[in-house]
């Protein structure tokens, strides 16, 4: 199985205060991986690296087994999607003139936009002004967004983060589905339930350190005792 997320020692430095310390990642690919920590612990700037929209400090970044640097970031970065923090969407258009928009600012495919659509379960809600779409609708436009040039990584931050429990299991029953396509997936949350409801493997960050990196049923064996659950494993 090829990797498609790999870091070493990796380091981000705020003044004297380390975000993120030394942090080692592999991530194979077609797998959900579950990025969890508290808030602050240091996800978002980890992930914010893997993308290039933060410089690290020190330490190296691979992705699909390329060591990434100025020259070569854009190139490997289109076989990345991406939602970091709220999707942006202009509310007076549709769900599909929307990703129209994206489609031709990156000379895709129109018949992406249908693929993609009908992935994301919205295409019975094309036509809809996005300014009447539910918060979880918009997730899922944004979700649409990111993969409208098939990745075959896609990295989320917290993508359920303010919806309710429907919409939540909703959006994290479509990583299966994506799994299924070959893509992986990397999200992060705080969340410890939606970790447990779909991960194949957790990554748990703990004041920008990382804690552990292993299966699900690796870390329950030896993180979790009799009758404890994820996440009173993970506040013990």
């Not at 075959?152 to 309710?164: A, H, K, N």
């Amino acid at each position: 199985m090829d990797t498609v997320v790999w870091t070493q020692d990796l380091t981000k430095r705020y003044g004297r205060t380390d975000r993120v310390r030394q942090l080692n990642l592999k991530v194979p690919e077609g797998v959900i991986y579950g990025f969890l920590g508290p808030n602050g612990a240091g996800k978002s700037t980890t992930l914010k690296m893997l993308l290039g929209l933060v410089r690290p400090t020190a330490g190296e970044i691979e992705l699909f087994g390329q060591n990434v640097n100025s020259a070569n970031r854009l190139q490997i970065l289109r076989q990345v999607g991406s939602l970091i923090e709220s999707p942006s969407y202009y509310g007076h258009l549709s769900g599909e003139e929307n990703l129209r928009i994206l489609q031709k600012m990156r000379q895709l495919p129109e018949r992406n936009v249908q693929e993609v659509l009908k992935i994301v379960r919205l295409d019975a809600h094309r036509d809809k002004k996005v300014s009447h779409y539910s918060l979880g609708m918009k997730q899922r436009l944004g979700l649409d967004g990111a993969l409208l040039a098939f990745p075959r990584l896609l990295i989320l931050d917290e993508p359920t983060s303010g919806l309710d429990p429907f919409s939540r299991d909703e959006l994290l029953d479509l990583f299966a589905e994506l799994k299924r396509r070959g893509v992986a997936v990397l999200f992060s949350t705080h969340i410890t339930s939606d970790i447990e409801k779909c991960a194949d493997d957790i990554l748990y960050i703990r004041d920008g350190k990382l804690v552990a990196n292993c299966s699900m049923d690796d870390f329950r064996k030896n993180c979790c005792g009799d009758g404890e659950s994820l996440e009173d494993a993970i506040l013990r």
